[in-house]
């Protein structure tokens, strides 16, 4: 009972939390990347920070799996399910953390805020989700993939944007930034609506709407960017993060 109240807590708060957010972030650019402000921290080197800040969603799910398999008493059921419902959360953060990182290309040193914030966040979640294991749905597994396939797809993009040795940006065209200008934030709350999907768990419903809280203004905010930078070369009917909408 202890427990369960722990996670429905911890739930509800990354759920406010994420509203607080969302609200903040609209007015307030997320301050790393283009929007990298010194006056949050010393820098981190882009690498090290995405390997370090992710790193702890990857392990500790993995860690639980480990426990179930070979410390707990439980049926082969329980275990095939436990693997089942964090296999999804575990690839994504495998990719984010070891495979993502080595793939940059230039990008600015992280400030020591936003860098922490993330590493914390991390944890938080990754204690979380893994702590929360039930039912799972076809459809979620769909939609996941459909996220994370659009999400290495956005990343790609825009890796191919940078010569090696460049450092400026280029307006970004195929696969979803045909239709939004934050393809990858768009592909993001599409692959963790579809977690959330697959568990049908508070926790993940408050993982989903947090996503959701932060990248959309973050998208926005990028719009805004490129409808600045590039005046009348950027595509007039590409939108921010709801194709067609917004």
């Given at each position: 009972?202890?427990?369960?109240?722990?996670?429905?807590?911890?739930?509800?708060?990354?759920?406010?939390?994420?509203?607080?957010?969302?609200?903040?972030?609209?007015?307030?650019?997320?301050?790393?990347?283009?929007?990298?402000?010194?006056?949050?921290?010393?820098?981190?080197?882009?690498?090290?920070?995405?390997?370090?800040?992710?790193?702890?969603?990857?392990?500790?799910?993995?860690?639980?799996?480990?426990?179930?398999?070979?410390?707990?008493?439980?049926?082969?059921?329980?275990?095939?399910?436990?693997?089942?419902?964090?296999?999804?959360?575990?690839?994504?953060?495998?990719?984010?953390?070891?495979?993502?990182?080595?793939?940059?290309?230039?990008?600015?040193?992280?400030?020591?805020?936003?860098?922490?914030?993330?590493?914390?966040?991390?944890?938080?979640?990754?204690?979380?989700?893994?702590?929360?294991?039930?039912?799972?749905?076809?459809?979620?597994?769909?939609?996941?993939?459909?996220?994370?396939?659009?999400?290495?797809?956005?990343?790609?993009i825009l890796r191919s944007l940078r010569k090696p040795g460049e450092t400026?940006?280029?307006?970004?065209?195929?696969?979803?930034?045909?239709?939004?200008?934050?393809?990858?934030?768009?592909?993001?709350?599409?692959?963790?609506?579809?977690?959330?999907?697959?568990?049908?768990?508070?926790?993940?419903?408050?993982?989903?709407?947090?996503?959701?809280?932060?990248?959309?203004?973050?998208?926005?905010?990028?719009?805004?960017?490129?409808?600045?930078?590039?005046?009348?070369?950027?595509?007039?009917?590409?939108?921010?993060?709801?194709?067609?909408?917004?």
């Amino acid at each position: 009972m202890i427990h369960s109240e722990l996670l429905f807590y911890l739930s509800m708060t990354m759920v406010v939390t994420g509203i607080v957010a969302f609200f903040v972030l609209l007015f307030v650019p997320s301050p790393y990347g283009r929007n990298a402000n010194s006056a949050f921290g010393p820098p981190v080197p882009t690498k090290i920070a995405w390997l370090i800040q992710e790193i702890p969603a990857f392990l500790i799910p993995v860690y639980f799996i480990i426990e179930l398999l070979f410390f707990k008493t439980s049926d082969s059921s329980n275990v095939r399910d436990a693997v089942l419902l964090l296999a999804p959360f575990i690839l994504h953060y495998f990719q984010r953390s070891l495979i993502y990182p080595m793939l940059i290309r230039g990008g600015k040193p992280m400030p020591a805020v936003p860098f922490l914030l993330a590493f914390i966040f991390c944890i938080y979640n990754g204690y979380l989700q893994s702590s929360y294991i039930i039912n799972y749905a076809a459809a979620g597994y769909a939609l996941f993939a459909a996220g994370m396939a659009g999400n290495i797809h956005s990343d790609q993009i825009l890796r191919s944007l940078r010569k090696p040795g460049e450092t400026g940006y280029k307006i970004p065209h195929g696969g979803l930034f045909s239709l939004v200008s934050g393809a990858n934030f768009l592909a993001e709350i599409v692959e963790w609506t579809g977690f959330a999907l697959l568990n049908r768990s508070l926790p993940a419903v408050a993982f989903a709407l947090f996503t959701a809280a932060n990248t959309a203004p973050r998208a926005w905010h990028h719009h805004l960017w490129y409808l600045k930078k590039f005046g009348d070369e950027y595509p007039k009917n590409r939108k921010a993060i709801l194709p067609y909408l917004i």
